[in-house]
């Protein structure tokens, strides 16, 4: 168990719908990141919190965003979806934000659109 | 553009094989470098990193991994597996530059053990 936490495990939904996925950061750490995990396209980094704020972003699509709340918990919100974003989806944490702090993951949520 | 090359798709040996899992990065910078395993059904975990130093670095679980500079390659190796090490290798680096922290990652490596 890594105390990186991620609700729901799974998720079925349909084309066009909206989802919110939810990820709780181990204790103490100030950064999250979201990665997408697709057939395709292998493990792709998305975006980066650090407390509160956004860091980073790589390949996320315009029809998805994410945000950290005060708690540091943070939501990955999909809209539009779309049969190709069928993936897993990975948050991570890390105490910091830099390239030497270990990130450590979350179990996932498997999206399913149909 | 950043990138991560891991040559095995599938890796299939019989335990107290040695193993070997290459990987290549395409970043004219400095990079950090790591080694991440998921065992089926489980989490992504870290197995070793490689920040400076000494470029040969142990990891959990008896696997070491060498950096190598001027061949921009980070192998993952093992010199006797077990059946549990059956899971998915997945090589990854942060660019140094830019003070962030994402990881690129690799395609992956599945190993199957057999006993």
């Known amino acids: 168990d890594s105390g990186v936490t991620q609700t729901p495990k799974h998720l079925i939904t349909a084309t066009g719908q909206r989802v919110t996925l939810r990820c709780s950061p181990r204790s103490g750490d100030l950064s999250v990141y979201w990665y997408q995990q697709s057939l395709d396209q292998g493990l792709q980094f998305l975006i980066q919190y650090y407390n509160g704020e956004e860091r980073a972003k790589g390949n996320i699509l315009e029809r998805f965003s994410a945000q950290q709340f005060p708690d540091l918990h943070s939501e990955l919100n999909l809209s539009s979806l779309e049969l190709g974003d069928s993936a897993l989806y990975f948050c991570?944490?890390?105490?910091?934000?830099?390239?030497?702090?270990?990130?450590?993951f979350g179990p996932g949520t498997r999206l399913t659109v149909l | 553009a950043q990138s991560v090359s891991q040559h095995n798709h599938h890796v299939i040996l019989s335990e107290a094989a040695s193993l070997e899992l290459g990987c290549n990065y395409s970043y004219g910078g400095t990079v950090n470098l790591f080694w991440y395993v998921q065992y089926p059904g489980q989490h992504l975990q870290l197995l070793l990193k490689y920040f400076s130093g000494d470029p040969l670095v142990k990891g959990i679980k008896g696997f070491e991994a060498e950096f190598i500079k001027s061949k921009f390659s980070f192998n993952l190796r093992k010199p006797s597996v077990q059946w549990s090490d059956t899971a998915e290798y997945f090589c990854?680096?942060?660019?140094?530059?830019?003070?962030?922290?994402?990881?690129?990652f690799g395609a992956g490596t599945r190993l199957a053990v057999h006993p």
């Open positions: 990854a680096v942060t660019p140094v530059a830019g003070g962030y922290n994402k990881l690129i």
């Open positions: 991570a944490s890390s105490e910091g934000g830099r390239g030497t702090d270990t990130q450590y």
